[in-house]
């Protein structure tokens, strides 16, 4: 007991060790774009899936008649996408409410495994027997600020489609130079300058803020788990210890669920003002 009790890690390690991604090889700069993080790749890619399926499943079942709880919601979500969508965006929005909507779920989806056990995902891989480094896993992929950014990305990448589809490459590039402040060529660079901060905050911030938030909730699951431990780290009011888990997870856990929602929510949000303003002409 006293061997197998040495071996375990303190407070500082066991968090150090669930924040750390199942990677290709280990990290050694800031930025490596040669480094694949394989558990953020897998949980975005199978909770992407998932958000397929339910849209499809919603379209296949989809009936005149009386309808299910599930097409009920679908339908509302469908709707409160449309209406957010028409307010937002004064063109054609057959590309932009779906894909709005299929963002809202699956940030939902991914975010949301935010609320499973801590270690359940890892303990379920070794009982099966597979490799120890399989069982390292971070299923959160909104806590990695690289799927985070990559989604930002995507969007500014569409803000510039629709800004130069919209306006012309000659309108969107004459708008950088003379808005906000007007057309005198000694505010050109101003302005320049400006709407380039503005696109950088843009991407910068719809990136930033699910990171955060997610990255936040993951850290305080990791905390509150560890009031369940205390034992293995040699202090004595284990049942005080298990019972703060529980009750302190509980509560975290249903105001996380606000959060969940809230967060997949404001990205769909911001993805269309975003959008929207890039069909508005100056």
């Known amino acids: 007991m006293a061997a197998s009790e040495s071996n375990l890690p303190d407070p500082a390690e066991y968090i150090t060790h669930h924040l750390t991604f199942f990677t290709n090889k280990p990290q050694t700069s800031v930025v490596d774009f040669s480094i694949i993080n394989y558990d953020t790749m897998f949980w975005s890619i199978l909770t992407g899936l998932v958000t397929i399926w339910i849209l499809w499943r919603a379209a296949k079942s989809a009936s005149p008649g009386v309808p299910s709880r599930f097409q009920c919601a679908i339908e509302w979500l469908v709707e409160m996408v449309e209406d957010q969508a028409k307010s937002m965006i004064h063109g054609n929005r057959a590309f932009i409410a779906p894909?709005?909507?299929?963002?809202?779920?699956?940030?939902?989806?991914?975010?949301?495994m935010d609320l499973l056990p801590v270690d359940i995902v890892g303990r379920t891989i070794g009982w099966l027997g597979l490799s120890s480094e399989i069982t390292h896993q971070r299923i959160v992929p909104t806590a990695d600020i690289n799927a985070t950014f990559g989604m930002a990305l995507g969007i500014f990448i569409l803000m510039l489609y629709y800004s130069i589809k919209i306006k012309g490459l000659g309108g969107w590039l004459h708008e950088l130079i003379v808005a906000p402040f007007g057309a005198h060529?000694?505010?050109?660079?101003?302005n320049l300058v400006l709407n380039i901060i503005e696109y950088v905050a843009k991407t910068v911030s719809l990136g930033m803020r699910l990171f955060?938030?997610?990255y936040a909730g993951e850290l305080l699951f990791l905390l509150i788990a560890l009031l369940g431990s205390l034992w293995n780290f040699g202090a004595d009011p284990t049942a005080l210890g298990f019972v703060g888990q529980v009750a302190a997870g509980s509560v975290w856990a249903i105001f996380h669920i606000l959060i969940v929602l809230l967060q997949a929510f404001i990205f769909m949000m911001l993805t269309m003002v975003y959008l929207g303003q890039a069909h508005d002409k100056h």
């Open 99 to 112: 894909l709005a909507l299929m963002l809202f779920i699956w940030i939902a989806l991914m975010n949301t």
């Open 185 to 190: 060529p000694l505010l050109w660079i101003p």
């Open 212 to 214: 955060g938030n997610m």
